[in-house]
């Protein structure tokens, strides 16, 4: 069974912080995506990262993907309160031919102004 | 809007009711999944549907859960003699099925409390 161990689990940061969200597993995955959830809503695709080693920047995230592609790296840099919510990491198995997608337990992310 | 759709959004049912939840996936994908989350947790994969066929299904989908897509667009997901340890969001989620990444677009979910 693949599994992904998402840390810290909760986080309380000051606006301007930075801070790093880590995504880890013993298995191969295909491609991991990182979503950003709001209290009551589903979940919002943030970025799909799939080249071992690869590292993809949406403004003040930076999101990288492990070389082994076993583990992923969420980056924001000067936090903001808007930046709070649950944020999800997702593997795709290598030998998905399905597709679902394989969810680390988020790590809930609080930027106080 | 062209995103995913749930409805309803919440259901409140008492224990032993049954309850069916419907999504409408992005128009033309043909990949269509259903997850559970429950508070502090991560999606956890229910079923998944490529068109009108239900090509898996996880243990976690007991004989009381039955999921359709009779016309390979919209979804139901029916629920029967309700338990309290259902209780959670219900996420539905889309793909266009490419190869690759398998992107998955969600829909707002539908958030189940068993009373």
């Known amino acids: 069974t693949q599994l992904l161990e998402q840390s810290p689990q909760f986080l309380s940061i000051q606006e301007g912080e930075n801070l790093t969200v880590y995504c880890n597993s013993s298995s191969v995955f295909s491609s991991l995506q990182w979503y950003r959830q709001e209290p009551g809503e589903g979940p919002v695709l943030l970025v799909t990262v799939v080249t071992g080693g690869e590292v993809k920047k949406l403004k003040r995230l930076t999101f990288q993907f492990g070389d082994a592609r076993k583990d992923s790296s969420l980056h924001i840099t000067a936090a903001q309160p808007g930046d709070t919510g649950l944020y999800l990491c997702?593997?795709?198995?290598?030998?998905?031919?399905?597709?679902?997608?394989?969810f680390g337990q988020g790590t809930t992310l609080q930027v106080k102004p | 809007d062209t995103g995913v759709s749930q409805n309803p959004r919440h259901k409140i049912t008492k224990r032993g009711q049954n309850v069916t939840f419907r999504c409408d996936p992005i128009s033309e994908h043909n990949r269509l999944y259903w997850y559970r989350q429950t508070l502090g947790q991560g999606p956890e994969f229910l079923t998944y549907?490529?068109?009108?066929?239900?090509?898996?299904k996880s243990r976690l989908l007991s004989d009381r859960f039955s999921a359709e897509r009779p016309k390979g667009s919209f979804s139901t997901l029916e629920i029967q003699r309700t338990e309290q340890g259902d209780s959670a969001m219900y996420l539905c989620a889309s793909s266009p099925g490419l190869a690759g990444a398998n992107e998955q677009f969600f829909g707002p979910g539908t958030r189940l409390t068993v009373l």
């Open positions: 549907f490529q068109n009108e066929a239900q090509l898996e």
């Open positions: 997702a593997g795709l198995g290598s030998s998905s031919n399905t597709g679902k997608l394989i």
